[in-house]
Structures are given as structure tokens and as C-alpha cells.
């Protein structure tokens, strides 16, 4: 296992944001954590990329226990792709990728040839290499996107964290970026995303965490714990979860627009 939380707890002031919340995830999987606005994902995602300290319960990365990691042997293990970054200058995706690798490298060094090459190898294998050169304010959402997806890559780390990676993207580039995730998973990378969007959990996530109220309201396959009854209550409204292609893909409808629709 690359990532263990037991019974993780979290209270910002008074206020409980995760309650003894427990899961496994594993080399090689793709793991997505579903559920409304305010459930406590990012919250999840500080503690285990420890930013956040003051938890109650264990989390361990790759056997080793967060809290005694320092920023730099975070690195080593585990790489953060935000859902969207906005650098105030406006380098190049070769040197946004190369910035993954400054970890690699003392405090008063630069990246030399080593961490160069890692930095093209992860260009090449994001399929961006057409970008090298362009500024990172003048290409789409989509190759951001990319370009920061490469840019854990030349980190090294193989524990993947995205948070909502195609929130803000069109319906293709959504696409193209989970595919590309989806590929690394395959390629034995973990990795963790935050969703909204059950539809896209069930054609690329080996495994769904569902959260409610900063409590586990189901772990499993998506097969196993997509439904109508879960989505239903993740997210208050009421969801017919149809199955296609003999349950090879399930699709969240809203019964508000079948009823429509029948009209």
C-alpha cells in the first residue's frame, strides 16, 4: 500500500471537518474521492500532504509516518496537482516541469543536465512536447493541466494527489487529462483524485471513497457502490444511475430533466 489513513480526524476551531475517516491506497490504482462541496476532501488532502497537523489518527506514506516527514521527503514520495495554478510570471512548460525537480537538488543548486532529462522524459510522456517552448499564460486549461501532471512526474514522486484536475476544463480536455491519469495508474503510479463528477469515477477510478459530512459513506469498486441511492444522497437530489452497454458504463441522470423530458 502507498497511502493509509486510519481513522483520521480533523476540527477547524470547533467545527469537526473529518470524522475517523479510513482507506487504503494502493500501487497501481486510481482511487477518486467523491462527494459535495464542503465534505472535507481538501481538508483530506492537506493532512496527508502534511500541511495540516493537528489530526487525530495515523496516515502513512509509502510506511512512513507524515508527521515525521519534512517538506523535502514529502517530495520524494508524494507530487500535488492543484486544480488550476496561476504562476505570476509566465515561463515556459519546459521550466514549469522543470520545477518539479528542485527537490532533487540542494537549496543553493540548480536543476543541472540530470534534472533536465527528467523534465523532457516527462514532456515526451505527457504528449506535450509541441508546448516546450510556449509560455504557460498562452496555452489552454487542458495543457495546464498537463503541463502540471508532467510536472510530478519529473518530481519523481510516485504517489499522485490531484485536486478537482478537470474542474475548470471543457468536456475534451477532460477527457484527454483522466486518460493520461489513467495511464500512470496503470503504469503503477497511486493515485488519489477529488471529484464531483460520479460519471467520469465509474469509466477511469479502480476504487470510489464517498464522503458525507466528513465521514466514509461507502469504499468500493464503482460497480459495487454507484447507485442512484448513494448519489442521492451525496448530493440531496434525486438521481436515476442508468447502465449501458451491458453495465460496462453508468451515467448519472437527474430525474428532474427524465421527468422533463416525458413531457
Request: charge should be neutral; glycine fraction near 8%.
Amino acid at each position: 500500500m502507498s497511502v493509509l489513513v486510519d481513522e483520521l480526524s480533523f476540527v477547524y476551531d470547533v467545527r469537526p471537518v473529518l470524522d475517523r475517516v479510513s482507506f487504503v491506497a494502493e500501487d497501481g490504482k486510481f482511487l477518486s474521492v467523491l462527494g459535495a462541496n464542503g465534505v472535507g476532501k481538501s481538508t483530506l488532502f492537506r493532512c496527508i500532504l502534511g500541511l495540516l497537523r493537528g489530526y487525530r489518527g495515523t496516515i502513512r506514506v509509502e510506511g512512513q509516518d507524515v508527521r515525521h516527514l519534512s517538506a523535502r521527503e514529502m517530495a520524494k514520495r508524494v507530487a500535488y496537482i492543484p486544480q488550476s495554478h496561476h504562476p505570476s510570471f509566465n515561463y515556459t512548460v519546459f521550466d514549469m516541469v522543470l520545477m518539479g525537480t528542485t527537490g532533487q537538488v540542494s537549496a543553493v543548486s540548480m536543476p543541472g543536465r540530470k534534472q533536465a532529462e527528467r523534465a523532457e522524459q516527462a514532456i515526451e510522456r505527457l504528449g506535450i512536447a509541441s508546448l516546450h517552448d510556449r509560455g504557460f499564460h498562452q496555452i489552454s486549461g487542458g495543457e495546464r493541466q498537463l503541463t502540471m501532471i508532467a510536472r510530478a512526474l519529473a518530481q519523481n514522486a510516485r504517489v499522485l494527489i490531484l485536486d478537482e484536475p478537470t474542474a475548470n476544463l471543457d468536456f475534451g480536455n477532460q477527457i484527454k487529462v483522466l486518460t493520461q491519469i489513467r495511464s500512470l495508474a496503470e503504469e503503477g503510479y497511486t493515485v488519489v483524485q477529488a471529484t464531483h463528477n460520479p460519471d467520469q469515477t465509474f469509466l477511469f477510478s479502480d476504487r470510489v471513497l464517498a464522503l458525507k459530512d466528513g465521514r466514509v459513506l461507502a469504499d468500493g469498486t464503482p460497480a459495487d457502490i454507484v447507485s442512484s441511492e448513494l448519489m442521492q444522497t451525496l448530493y440531496g437530489v434525486e438521481i436515476e444511475v442508468q447502465r449501458l452497454y451491458d453495465d460496462a458504463v453508468r451515467v448519472c441522470i437527474p430525474k428532474a430533466a427524465i421527468q422533463r423530458s416525458e413531457r
